[in-house]
Structure formats: structure tokens, C-alpha cells
């Protein structure tokens, strides 16, 4: 089952509050929940350790996934989702600061659904977000588990 929150993986406080800044300006009325490294996406997503008490079904609408985070990286994050039954169709952006022909591939090989490069000024920063949003927001037709 689908909630209609955001899941937003990010260790930069700044990065951050710029992506809940552009969904507000997109007019994307979701709630942006911030981890901050890779560790605490997976007890989110999850509901382990101090997410425990949280409904394990209510599944993000989207997960927004920065490859470069403390404990567990990006990749592990992402070979986690793709390999649990529950959150196997979740839809995950990489949104990161790489531009590695590597990291592309590996993610892509992991299964993620679109990677997109942060751009490093402001006023495309957040138009990439917008565009992020409404897409997978509004545009894309989620699968329909069954």
C-alpha cells in the first residue's frame, strides 16, 4: 500500500530543506520526510529501531535517494529495496551529486528508476525537484500491487 509522503534520503541539511522548498513551490502538497544516512532509511522503510512503531504497509509514494550518505551507502539502500518483496515496485530517484558513468550503471543495474544529477545552482536545483514531483507525483501511473 502506498501513503502519500515522500521519502527523502539526504545527509545534507541544505540539499534538503532546497527539495522541500521546491515540492512547496511546485505546489506538490506531500509530507517530505528526512532520513539522514542509509541506516535510518532501511528502519524507516521498514520499521526498525526508532521507526519500529511506524505501519511497515504505509509504503512512500516515492523515495528521493542521495548515493553518497553516512552508515550505509546509497546502493545498499537501493540493493535493500529491490530485494524485499514489500518495497520490490517502490518507486527511488537517485538524486545525487555524482555524475560517474560508474555510478550510473550500478544503480541502474540495482534497479533504480531514474537517476538524476543534483545541479549545483539554486534556481535549477529546484526546477529538477518540481520536475521530479510532478512527474512521479502527479504524471506517472503507480503499479498497482496484486
Known sequence: MTHSEILLIEDNPDDAELTRIAF??????????VVRDGAEALDYLFARGAHGSRDVSQLPAIVLLDLNLPKIDGREVLQAIRG???TRSLPVVVLTTSDEPFDVEATYALG????IRKPVEFDQFVGVVKQIGLYWLVLNQPRVAG
Open 24 to 33: 512547496s513551490e511546485a505546489g506538490i502538497d506531500r509530507q517530505l520526510v
Open 84 to 86: 524485499d518483496a514489500r
Open 112 to 115: 533504480v528508476n531514474s537517476y
